[in-house]
Structures are given as C-alpha cells and as structure tokens.
C-alpha cells in the first residue's frame, strides 16, 4: 500500500471520515493545506505527526469536514420549523423571509426552500425569500448550479425528490426552478459585521463557527440580533453553544434544537 493510502486509511479509522465519499482531489487540497501548516512535506511524515500529535487530529478533522452539509440534516430541527415556526410565521404574515449563513452547497437552504414550498402549496397568496450566503465562492457555484449525487437525497421521500428534482442523463439530480425561484445566492463573510439583510424571520447558522473566535462569536450574535425581527428564530448547529453573553440577545425555544428566539 502506498503512504497516500496509508494515509486514508488511518483517518477513515481514527476519525470516522469515509474518504471515499470525496473526490480525491477535494482529500488531497485539504491535506496539502494542513501538511502546509505542520511543515510535514510528505504523506509519510504527515502520517507519523498524526500520530504523535492527536491535537493535530481534531485540526484534520476540521479541515476535511469545512464544506460538509446535507438536504435536512438534524432532521428534528427541519420537523420543528416545518410543523412549529414556519406556520406560526404564516399565522401572522404572509412572507417570510429566511436567511441561511454558510449555506456551502446549498442543500440547506433547497431543504428550507422545500418546506417553505409545501407550507405555500396550502394557499397561494404566502411565500418566502431564502437568502443563502457564503464566504466561499467555489461552494457557492455549486449551490447555485443545484445539482447532487443521488446519495446526498438520502434524507429526502420519493415524491419529495420526483416533486422537486429532474434526474440528469448522468444520473444526477438538479433542483427544479420553482425551488430556486425563491433563493438568493450572495457571497458574504460572516466576520465583516454587516447582517445581508433585515427585518428577517428567521437565521440559521449552523456548523459555521468552529473555527471562530469567542470576540467574532459575539460580534455574529450581535449580527444576527440586528438582522432578526423581534421574536425571530436563530437555529445553531446542535454541537455549538450560545455562550453567556447571547443569552442577553436570545432566549431557547428548543434548547435540544438549538433554536432560540431574538429578544
Ligand atoms: C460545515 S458547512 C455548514 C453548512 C450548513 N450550514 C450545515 O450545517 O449543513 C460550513 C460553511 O461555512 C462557511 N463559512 C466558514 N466561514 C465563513 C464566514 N466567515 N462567512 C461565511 N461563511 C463561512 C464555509 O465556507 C462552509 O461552507
């Protein structure tokens, strides 16, 4: 076995990672850039670094996993949004609007976007605006072109896929148009301090701020608050934590969501 197999094959062990489910180009970008950081030059030193530094494990994991999303991930937190907020929301307007912070390839907001459009199906004068924004332009371009590996529709039903998406002569599937029609795709940096919009209804930034710092947390949770309409939704990823000062800024609707409201 070659050192760059050897390589994998330690991290598929030590950090559950399938490195088949990437392209091996993407594996190789990300390990060049952590090999960069340590000064280890070869597939082979990087290895043995890995095994004697485990800190330098968590850096990997972070490195491979920045771009890493899915259609519905955390299935309980899209279940309260789709039978709790999103028709609370409807009760008292007729259009919301959402914005989703460090979308990476889209399938949070195209889930959003598929919720939003069954909500609407029910009566025809609601509707949504779904801003999708990240800092990285690469991903960015791949969210906007919309189109996924059959795999990545795991989350998703039959009919959700036959109503939503057009399987490709290549075996992929592209997001129909009236899901697009709804979202806005904008290149945006979470830590310039500016909300890309207001007078939102609800936030979602999940499992975007690890690498953050506590100050760039705060000054986000400072964002976002300006961003929200009073009583708005801020979800977070379920392994991130609100902190002592947000809690000035936002009370828990459902702590196990990491959904808290604006106050
Ligand atoms: C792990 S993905 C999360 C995707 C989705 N929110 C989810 O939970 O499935 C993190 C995304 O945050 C983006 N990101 C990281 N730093 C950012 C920043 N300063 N501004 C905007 N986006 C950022 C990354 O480019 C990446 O696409």
Redesign the pocket.
């Given at each position: 076995m070659d050192e760059f197999s050897l390589l994998l094959r330690f991290i598929e062990q030590t950090l559950d990672i399938r490195c088949s489910q990437y392209k091996e180009d993407y594996i190789k970008r990300r390990l060049m850039s952590r090999m960069n950081v340590t000064r280890m030059p070869t597939y082979r030193e990087y290895h043995a670094f890995l095994r004697a530094y485990p800190e330098e494990i968590a850096a990997l994991r972070n490195a491979l996993?920045?771009?890493?999303?899915?259609f519905f991930?955390d299935p309980e937190v899209f279940s309260v949004l789709r039978h709790e907020i999103i028709p609370s929301l409807f009760r008292t307007k007729k259009r919301i609007r959402i914005w989703?912070?460090?979308?990476?390839s889209g399938?949070?907001p195209y889930s959003l976007a598929i919720i939003l459009h069954e909500a609407c199906l029910r009566d025809k004068s609601m509707s949504g605006t779904i801003y999708a924004?990240?800092?990285?332009h690469e991903?960015l371009s791949k969210a906007k072109q919309g189109v996924y590996e059959k795999n990545a529709l795991e989350n998703l039903s039959e009919l959700q896929i036959k109503r939503h998406f057009t399987c490709l002569p290549d075996g992929t599937y592209e997001i129909k148009p009236h899901l697009r029609t709804n979202i806005r795709f904008l290149h945006?940096?979470?830590?310039k301090g500016a909300p890309v919009s207001r007078y939102l209804d609800i936030i979602?930034?999940?499992?975007?701020t690890i690498?953050f710092t506590e100050n760039q947390k705060s000054e986000l949770l400072r964002e976002f608050h300006g961003g929200l309409l009073p009583g708005g939704y801020y979800i977070m990823?379920l392994s991130e934590y609100m902190g002592k000062e947000g809690e000035s800024f936002f009370r828990p609707y459902r702590v196990q969501q990491k959904i808290y409201t604006r106050i």
């Open positions: 996993t920045i771009n890493v999303t899915k991930r989703s912070a460090g979308c990476s399938e949070e924004t990240d800092i990285d991903i945006h940096d979470l830590m979602t930034c999940r499992n975007v690498y990823g």
